[in-house]
T-cell receptor, first 111, second 114 residues
Framework: QQPVQSPQAVILREGEDAVINCSSS?????VHWYRQKHGEAPVFLMI?????EQMRHEKISASFNEKKQQSSLYLTASQLSYSGTYFC????????????FGSGTQLTVLP | EAGVVQSPRYKIIEKKQPVAFWCNPI?????LYWYRQNLGQGPELLIR????????DSQLPKDRFSAERLKGVDSTLKIQPAELGDSAVYLCASSFDTTNEKLFFGSGTQLSVL
């Protein structure tokens, strides 16, 4: 079952912060985050595991709330290069590496 | 290190025609994935290989789609015959194994069926 991402789109100015959420109705084992720029391949950002710690990639960090089956991606002091579509991919407990992606959140950072 | 290589980059065909996509994963990566990405959507898994074995093809429309990964390296995805609804970007990805591994995606093949 596809995870739900919110918001669908966000526009912010360079230096502002943003939060992208990903939620599932099923028990999750892991959450993956990828960023895709227009016309390019998705690029891996980080993996959060059940029972694991908050992860960080440059000024982007993420958390995983196992009880709520939710993950949040935090973009701090956003840069122009952060623009793109962010996808979360969820792996359900016992699903043997079946990664299901959400519909994405389109992030636009303006100068 | 070379990334995941896909070809062709673009393909335009008429409906009912056959089409094939090719993927060369990163050297040493045992797991290979084919995803389909519709406009404005996230990638959807079509098939996953571990070496030469298809271990998850539950989402592959087997009446018209087929895939192979000979010798556990390169892979080909075929559609025959193509339908209008097959227009999408077909992404290939690879990972070293299937244990909490990040996926490396290729640039994809953008298919337009007219």
């Amino acid at each position: 079952q596809q995870p739900v991402q919110s918001p669908q789109a966000v526009i912010l100015r360079e230096g502002e912060d943003a939060v992208i959420n990903c939620s599932s109705s099923k028990a999750l084992y892991s959450v993956h985050w990828y960023r895709q720029k227009h016309g390019e391949a998705p690029v891996f950002l980080m993996i959060l595991l059940k029972g694991g710690e908050q992860m960080r990639h440059e000024k982007i960090s993420a958390s995983f709330n196992e009880k709520k089956q939710q993950s949040s991606l935090y973009l701090t002091a956003s840069q122009l290069s952060y623009s793109g579509t962010y996808f979360c991919g969820t792996e359900r407990s016992g699903s043997a590496r079946q990664l299901t992606f959400g519909s994405g959140t389109q992030l636009t950072v303006l100068p | 290190e070379a990334g995941v290589v896909q070809s062709p980059r673009y393909k335009i065909i008429e409906k009912k025609q056959p089409v094939a996509f090719w993927c060369n994963p990163i050297s040493g990566h045992n797991t290979l994935y084919w995803y389909r990405q519709n406009l404005g959507q996230g990638p959807e898994l079509l098939i996953r290989y571990e070496n030469e074995e298809a271990v998850d093809d539950s989402q592959l429309p087997k009446d018209r789609f087929s895939a192979e990964r000979l010798k556990g390296v390169d892979s080909t995805l075929k559609i025959q015959p193509a339908e209008l609804g097959d227009s999408a970007v077909y992404l290939c990805a690879s990972s070293f194994d299937t244990t909490n591994e990040k996926l490396f995606f290729g640039s994809g093949t953008q298919l337009s069926v007219l």
